[in-house]
């Protein structure tokens, strides 16, 4: 079975331009989860999906990042236009259950996509 | 938030079993504990789960306290492997978004 995967594994972009993060979950995995990690800083969570609904965006930065999961398949993550602070690395995670079953479920994390903003 | 606290490091000899604790006294009573790792330059990766009761898999055993306020994530035999940053995650009903600490960086001395 196929893991999480994301592309690009790095991305170097200049500030003020557009990336965007490809992630491919577990196939048959209806949640989809974005996190991050910035220089120095812990893990934070980004968003969650629910097939293509946004179930829960409460850790998105700004409105400069877009995510979308059309189709409730793979989810992009767009950061336009990105800052020098976006530097990072970005981690998709998948898992399977909802409620309480959820609370459960073991998240599968893709290797990251590291992002490097000039 | 239910937050945990873990020890920034620690350290194990290669072949020993390792002791890693983590604290969450305001768990709730349907939070889940999960411990992941990250290895470098990798994603966090499953270690193993458990609610009430003390569990075991093929890579650890995690030890809840009665009042479930702490816990312990046990590896039998540290390998060089092992050597990773763990995290202790509590997850709650319906909320499953993880909050990832500072976790316990783990050295393995050979």
């Known amino acids: 079975e196929a893991g999480v995967t994301q592309f690009p594994s790095h991305s170097v972009i200049e500030k003020g331009q557009t990336v965007t993060l490809r992630c491919d979950p577990i196939s048959g995995h209806d949640n989809l989860y974005w996190y991050r990690r910035v220089m120095g800083k812990e893990i934070k969570f980004l968003l969650h999906f629910v097939k293509e609904s946004k179930q829960d965006e409460s850790g998105m930065p700004n409105n400069r990042f877009l995510a979308e999961r059309t189709g409730g398949t793979y989810s992009t993550l767009k950061v336009q236009p990105a800052e020098l602070e976006d530097s990072g690395v970005y981690f998709c995670?998948?898992?399977?259950?909802?409620?309480?079953?959820?609370?459960?479920?073991?998240?599968?994390f893709g290797p990251g996509t590291r992002l490097t903003v000039l | 938030d239910a937050k945990t606290t873990q020890p920034n490091s620690m350290e194990s000899n290669e072949e020993e079993p390792v002791h890693l604790p983590c604290n969450h006294s305001?768990?709730?009573?349907?939070?889940?504990i999960h411990w992941y790792r990250q290895l470098p330059s990798q994603g966090p990766e499953y270690v193993i789960h458990g609610l009430t009761s003390n569990v075991n898999n093929r890579m650890a055993s995690l030890a809840i306290a009665e009042d479930r306020k702490s816990s312990t994530l046990i590896l039998h035999r540290a390998t060089l492997r092992d050597a990773a940053v763990y995290y202790c995650i509590l997850t709650a009903y319906n909320f499953n978004k993880f909050y990832f600490g500072s976790g316990t960086k783990l050295n393995v001395k050979p």
């Open positions: 995670a998948s898992s399977q259950e909802r409620g309480l079953a959820g609370a459960r479920d073991t998240q599968y």
């Open positions: 305001t768990i709730s009573g349907t939070d889940y």
